[in-house]
């Protein structure tokens, strides 16, 4: 069977030196960023791009991944311990974990969250390996215009699934098309609103609009409002859950990982979806529905595991489609391309050692996560005494020396504080920073996809409808859109996440 | 959520207003070609005209039944310092080197917090910048030339 000889190839890579290091270095981080607030993945992953291109194309990539999905596992660790999500899609973890930890029971719920983490990684990173191949194999049957197509309900979806008004996510996603046309047209070589200068003929950096949308807004938002942390509980003791917490996480877990592989695939925040989706059910299904909001482990196990789960097969579009699922998986879109590795279906044939050994990576990681998590929970207990003083300056200083380092461009640095402004201003004003930088990635695919399709099909525009795959994918579009438009769905959907509040 | 007129809204909307606008003018500079072989400024004037056209529909839907978006104030020495931060390392870095720039930028940003004192943010600052010039110098050995030419002690 090919499975087996895959993953051969991609443990015997995986397995190398210096990949187990970095892989370790990668979760390492990913849980320091998961666990401390005012951080987040994307900024981190931004940050640490640069440094990642003198490696080899597999070890940068399995660094960057283990910071993606350790920052799921660590997420819910500050959740528990203090009440604040340390990523989004712990927010709904810290419900019922942090209920637990005031009466005393936090070890269970940081047990409770790290096995359930560990079982749907383990899991889900096997959906994606059976998954991976024969997607990309049908990828590669597609035309320039089913590629438009489907770029077009990757970015619909997204808003679908983000949070607050459709409209504004709908704009954001447009103006992040736009600012991707600046630089010169893939066709002609015109320079594109350069302003006459010869630096922006390449474009503007994504690791520019990463940092300043995520980084810098980031924090000048943690600094409207400067209070101190609220404190944490200081001793956690006895880790191990009960034989009767024990039953009662399986169903949770399993469930959990069930409804987060499934839901991770689809693009924009997945993984957040999913915990929402896994508590609604847990608290549905409960036969002790009174006791979720009051310490109920179910409500811990299931989110955890969904958004565990959801963090692995967030790849599968990434790795069979080239297309991104998250923030995280675009910058990681510019690390291939870095590398000279044009993200598409043809990576998994053309590469297979560089996909194979980053799947494999992920059961490493995962078992990682576990010995990280656990026993050294001392640790990142002490790491959120971190004041936020210290920790911002440190955020902006590297972010930019990092975005100089990579290519000695000023203007790169220059649009680090441009877009910090504007995603700071567009975030006060009820927009999501997440949309606008999958537009900004996937905008020039969607205009090359489209010129060239329009150029094959000799300027007829109905091959987006008589193409089976383009006309099924764009159908599925308009229904995404409707979704997002209708005030009675949209109603379901803020019921969803209205569990946040 | 309560629904009524929205300034936030409105300033969203207009945002996306003004950069499509510029967008859509700048496009009408370029050559716009036919469907079958677009030039470049087709794509961006239609893309552009989009969100300038989105832009109105927030500013509308705001006059009319916008979002309540609970709101604090803007911590305007946070925004002013760190631009500048950030600014300054990319002015600078050419001509003072990396130690210099990334002391001056750490500076600039310990000060955006409104409940730091000078000393901490010296010292704060002077270990950034050590552990900076440690991990991205002597540990990832970027080529920036330490001390600039244009810096003279």
Known sequence: ?501 | MQRRRSLPDVLAGGIFVLIGGVFVVGALGYDRGTPLRMGPGYFPLMVGAIVAVLGLAIIVKGLVAGEVIPSEAVPWRAVVLIVLAVVFFGFFIGSLGFVPTSAVTALLTTLASRRVRLLTALAVSAGLTVAATLIFVVGLQLRIPLWGPGFVF
Not at chain 1, 96 to 107: L, N, W
Not at chain 1, 125 to 154: C, E, M, Q, R, S
Not at chain 1, 192 to 221: P, T, W
Not at chain 1, 247 to 265: D, K
Request: hydrophobic content about 50%; proline content about 6%; overall charge neutral.
């Open chain 1, 1 to 501: 069977m090919d499975l087996f000889d895959n993953l051969v190839l991609g443990f015997s890579t995986a397995l190398l030196v210096q990949n187990v290091l970095y892989c370790f270095v990668g979760v390492l981080l990913g849980t320091a960023v998961g666990v401390l607030p005012g951080i987040g993945p994307t900024a981190t992953v931004a940050m640490l791009l640069p440094i990642t291109f003198n490696f080899e194309p597999v070890t940068a990539l399995i660094m960057l991944a283990g910071i993606y999905y350790g920052a799921q596992y660590g997420g819910s660790t500050t959740a528990i311990l203090i009440n604040l999500p340390g990523e989004s899609s712990a927010a709904v973890t810290a419900l019922d974990g942090h209920e637990m930890a005031r009466q005393g029971r936090a070890g269970p719920a940081l047990a409770a969250a790290a096995i359930g983490s560990f079982i749907a990684g383990t899991v889900a990173t096997v959906v994606l390996a059976v998954a991976a191949p024969p997607l990309a194999a049908v990828a590669l049957k597609f035309g320039p215009a089913d590629y438009f197509a489907l770029v077009l309900f990757g970015l619909i979806v997204s808003i679908a699934l983000a949070r607050g008004s459709a409209l504004k996510a709908l704009a954001m996603i447009a103006l992040g098309i736009l600012l991707g046309t600046v630089g010169q047209d893939i066709y002609t070589g015109t320079p594109r609103f350069v302003l006459g200068q010869r630096e922006l003929y390449g474009g503007i950096d994504f690791v520019s609009v990463a940092v300043g949308m995520f980084g810098i807004a980031e924090i000048l938002r943690n600094l409207e409002n400067e209070r101190d942390r609220p404190s944490v509980l200081d001793r956690v003791t006895s880790l191990w859950p009960t034989r009767e917490d024990r039953r009662r996480i399986v169903g949770p877990i399993a469930r959990g990982t069930g409804l987060g592989a499934a839901l991770g695939v689809l693009p924009g925040g997945g993984h957040v979806l999913a915990s929402f989706t896994s508590y609604a059910v847990e608290k549905r299904i409960s036969k002790r529905r009174s006791e979720f909001g009051h310490g109920a482990i179910e409500g811990v196990a299931g989110p955890e595991s969904a958004n565990n789960a959801a963090a692995q097969t967030s790849f599968i579009p990434l790795l069979t489609l080239g297309l991104p699922a998250h923030p995280v998986m675009a910058l990681m879109v510019g690390a291939f391309i870095v590398h000279g590795i044009t993200p598409g279906p043809n990576v998994i044939t053309d590469e297979p050692a560089l996909v194979w050994g980053l799947i494999a990576s992920m059961w490493i990681g995962n078992v990682l996560l576990v010995l990280l998590n656990l026993p050294l929970i001392g640790i990142w207990v002490r790491m959120l005494r971190i004041p936020y003083q210290v920790l911002f300056p440190m955020i902006v200083l590297f972010a930019v020396i990092g975005t100089y380092s990579l290519g000695s461009n000023e203007y790169d640095v220059y649009a680090i504080a441009f877009f910090g402004i504007l995603g700071y201003v567009l975030i006060k004003c009820g927009c999501e920073p997440a949309p606008l930088l999958l537009g900004f990635v996937l905008g020039p695919l969607l205009e090359e996809n489209l010129r060239r399709a329009l150029i094959i099909s000799r300027g007829d525009a109905t091959v987006f409808l008589t193409r089976p795959i383009s006309a099924t994918l764009l159908a599925l579009t308009v229904a995404a859109l409707a979704i997002a438009a209708f005030p009675a769905i949209r109603k379901r959907r803020e019921v969803v996440f209205a569990e946040e509040d």
